[in-house]
Nanobody
Framework: QVQLVESGGGLVQPGGSLRLSCAASGIFFSSYHWGWYRQAPGKQRELVATITSGGSTNYADSVKGRFTISRDNAKNTVYLRMNSLKPEDTAVYYC???????????WGQGTQVTVSS
């Protein structure tokens, strides 16, 4: 049974930083591409960043230069480092496997990020 557990969210002031973690179990982690998504209140879920099984990364324009996605296959964990946070980054953040450019499998519970002074 696949389980995804996101953590690391919280309340941070504008300009601050957070590192999100997503621990996966029940799958062969290293063989998959992974993505981070976010959903703000009243908005659709959107793709933030992806990382391939080989370590290639891609970012939404809104976070490029501020966020960094990475992975540790030994720990079955994917990370999202978020710097220079803005109030518009406020959302619930989710990780999920990627397949053919789309989310694949079940979502985890997400982790709330709130950027506010």
């Amino acid at each position: 049974q696949v389980q995804l557990v996101e953590s690391g969210g919280g309340l941070v002031q504008p300009g601050g930083s957070l590192r999100l973690s997503c621990a996966a179990s029940g799958i062969f982690f290293s063989s998959y591409h992974w993505g981070w998504y976010r959903q703000a209140p009243g908005k659709q879920r959107e793709l933030v960043a992806t990382i391939t099984s080989g370590g290639s990364t891609n970012y939404a324009d809104s976070v490029k230069g501020r966020f960094t996605i990475s992975r540790d296959n030994a720990k079955n964990t994917v990370y999202l480092r978020m710097n220079s946070l803005k109030p518009e980054d406020t959302a619930v953040y989710y990780c999920i496997r990627q397949h053919n450019g789309a989310p694949f499998g079940s979502w985890g519970q997400g982790t709330q990020v709130t950027v506010s002074s």
